[in-house]
Nanobody, 128 residues
Framework: QLQLVESGGGLVQPGGSLRLSCSAS????????IGWFRQAPGKEREAVSC????????SYAASVKGRFTISRDNTNHAAYLQMNGLKPEDTAVYYC?????????????????????WGQGTQVTVSS
């Protein structure tokens, strides 16, 4: 049974940085696109960033481009989201998920589809 566990969330001041981690167990990540998603209270879940199976290709939401960096370590079954220049509007629960997606499909995912796997999420709060 595949499990994804996110970590690294917390409270940070505007302009600060956080690094989210996603660890997988039960199944290698190698064959899946990985995405980071977020959901703020009262808002729809949205894709933040996705990375291809090899890590060679990435995609970012316009709101985070230039501030966030996605990466993956297939050897250690992990993925990361480095978040710099955090803004209050980045406050949300952040989820990692894997699926048999092309990057553009990953960026369009809003809810679990039954063909993917999701972690439980980690809270990120940006506030002074």
């Amino acid at each position: 049974q595949l499990q994804l566990v996110e970590s690294g969330g917390g409270l940070v001041q505007p302009g600060g940085s956080l690094r989210l981690s996603c660890s997988a167990s039960g199944l290698p990540l190698t064959y899946y696109t990985i995405g980071w998603f977020r959901q703020a209270p009262g808002k729809e879940r949205e894709a933040v960033s996705c990375i291809s199976t090899s890590g060679a290709a990435t995609s970012y939401a316009a709101s985070v481009k230039g501030r966030f960096t996605i990466s993956r370590d297939n050897t250690n079954h992990a993925a990361y989201l480095q978040m710099n220049g955090l803004k209050p509007e980045d406050t949300a629960v952040y989820y990692c998920a894997i699926g048999p997606w092309a990057l553009d499909v990953c960026m369009a995912v809003k809810v679990p589809t039954g063909r993917d796997y999701w972690g439980q999420g980690t809270q990120v709060t940006v506030s002074s």
